[in-house]
């Protein structure tokens, strides 16, 4: 039997391919005619039923807002970073709570705000233990190579349940209209899906940084090149085809074509951003040196760092397009709702151009500028699909049971598993 405190909340569900006004839904109450205002459908989805006498349905796209200001997220910003100053980073777990908080409470869906419950504590817990963590890689990396495969493995052992750990935090507790999103996987799950990219970690930080010889190195880069995007796949099935929100569970139909395709692009756009940045460095180079008469003492430690710096503001956007169609597409959730994402990759370049001139040109005070309109690209991306008007159905809490009352977990089981989600993330 569900508890009393089991949370009701309205939600998008597909209608019946035919209508049968006369049987009411499971404990809904009588059937009410669907609503008059399906918008067109969107390109790539599906249109009418092609069966003889089915109802015609049109999708129902609802595309997320984002209200925040760049003047109202500076106001939290700066707050946020002389607090973790003053408290020497102690704060810097409640700077991110507020933070997410003030970003979910300004995405909307449906007219509807999402909202952040994270705990600070156990924030705090999490970047005591990555830290933690980091100062021991960093003792073992200078103690030699027995110390550095003990890291490997102990990496290996906890590294998947940490990265299980953040997903469960991040999601359970995040909300949309009062009812939390979930995370359900196990240990076993957790390492299966991370294991490809532990390995693709060890083939670039390990093997790569050994010297065993060119031959090795270039095998060593082969493989990563021919692993990098099951693993990144792997992730990507785990994180969203684990995901819940309400009993309504997320599915990942998992591509390996399409993320081979994905890195074939960001091949194209590093090899296109590596050559403007060259031939941006050869000029720059050449100017000086005419202009100076001399060689240039700084020239080589700037000219690295500008080329990398062009790479990234040329092939970052078109990565992070690539990446979010490709996911998004990809992802289902149960109730027959689908999700479509389009970015303008031209306008996330010249924001990531633009605004990073002026975050350097101001030292750093236009950085909370620049985050809200690059999140603003990136949230209005993303559109939900449905075969009916978002208020229409009715996705339930998960049901406690308890002890000796059926299957599934007690309210103990699911304060635990609560209790063991940390963010390790900065």
């Known amino acids: 039997m569900i508890e009393s405190t089991t949370e009701l909340t309205l939600v998008p569900k597909a209608p019946r391919a035919v209508p049968t006004p006369s049987a009411p839904v499971r404990g809904e109450g009588p059937a009410a005619p669907a609503p008059a205002r399906a918008v067109g459908r969107p390109s790539g989805t599906s249109g009418a039923s092609s069966a003889p006498g089915a109802l015609a349905v049109q999708r129902h796209a609802h595309r997320l807002a984002f209200t925040g200001t760049g003047g109202d997220y500076f106001r939290v910003w700066i707050l946020n970073t002389l607090l973790t100053l003053a408290t020497l980073g102690v704060y810097s777990a409640w700077a991110k709570r507020r933070k997410a908080r003030w970003f979910a409470r300004h995405t909307l869906l449906a007219g509807e705000p999402f909202d952040f419950h994270g705990d600070p504590r156990r924030i705090l817990v999490g970047r005591v233990l990555a830290l933690v963590m980091l100062v021991a890689a960093v003792r073992a990396i200078d103690a030699g190579a027995v110390a550095g495969l003990a890291l490997?493995?102990?990496?290996?052992?906890?590294?998947?349940?940490?990265?299980?750990?953040?997903?469960?935090?991040?999601?359970?507790?995040?909300?949309?209209?009062?009812?939390?999103?979930?995370?359900?996987?196990?240990?076993?799950?957790?390492?299966?899906?991370?294991?490809?990219?532990?390995?693709?970690?060890?083939?670039?930080?390990?093997?790569?940084?050994?010297?065993?010889?060119?031959?090795?190195?270039g095998l060593a880069g082969l493989a990563l090149v021919l692993l990098l995007p099951l693993a990144h796949g792997r992730l990507k099935q785990f994180q969203q085809g684990r995901a819940r929100?309400?009993?309504?569970?997320?599915?990942?139909?998992?591509?390996?074509?399409?993320?081979?395709?994905?890195?074939?692009?960001?091949?194209?756009?590093?090899?296109?951003?590596?050559?403007?940045?060259?031939?941006?460095?050869?000029?720059?180079s050449t100017g000086l040196r005419q202009m100076?008469?001399?060689?240039?003492?700084?020239?080589?430690?700037?000219?690295?760092?500008?080329?990398?710096?062009?790479?990234?503001?040329?092939?970052?956007?078109?990565?992070?397009a690539r990446l979010h169609r490709l996911v998004w597409s990809s992802t289902r959730l149960t109730g027959g709702i689908e999700f479509a994402y389009e970015v303008a990759v031209v306008e996330l370049f010249r924001q990531v151009?633009?605004?990073?001139?002026?975050?350097?040109?101001?030292?750093?005070?236009?950085?909370?500028?620049?985050?809200?309109r690059i999140a603003k690209l990136r949230i209005e991306g993303l559109t939900v699909l449905s075969d009916a008007p978002i208020d229409t159905i009715v996705v339930r809490a998960p049901q406690r049971?308890?002890?000796?009352?059926g299957p599934g977990r007690g309210p103990a089981g699911d304060a635990a598993a609560r209790g063991f989600g940390l963010d390790i993330g900065w």
């Open 152 to 217: 490997l493995a102990v990496l290996y052992a906890v590294g998947p349940v940490l990265f299980a750990s953040a997903q469960r935090f991040k999601l359970s507790n995040t909300s949309w209209r009062g009812l939390r999103f979930g995370f359900d996987a196990d240990a076993v799950a957790a390492y299966v899906s991370c294991l490809p990219m532990l390995v693709a970690w060890t083939l670039v930080s390990v093997i790569g940084g050994l010297g065993l010889g060119a031959l090795v190195d």
């Open 292 to 320: 100076m008469g001399a060689q240039v003492a700084w020239l080589g430690t700037l000219l690295p760092l500008g080329v990398l710096g062009v790479v990234g503001v040329i092939a970052w956007p078109v990565y992070v």
């Open 401 to 405: 049971h308890g002890p000796g009352r």
């Open 353 to 372: 151009l633009v605004g990073g001139l002026l975050t350097v040109l101001t030292l750093g005070l236009y950085w909370p500028f620049l985050a809200v």
């Open 245 to 284: 929100y309400g009993e309504s569970a997320f599915d990942f139909r998992f591509s390996l074509n399409a993320f081979f395709g994905m890195y074939l692009w960001l091949a194209a756009a590093l090899a296109v951003a590596g050559a403007v940045a060259g031939l941006l460095a050869v000029g720059l």
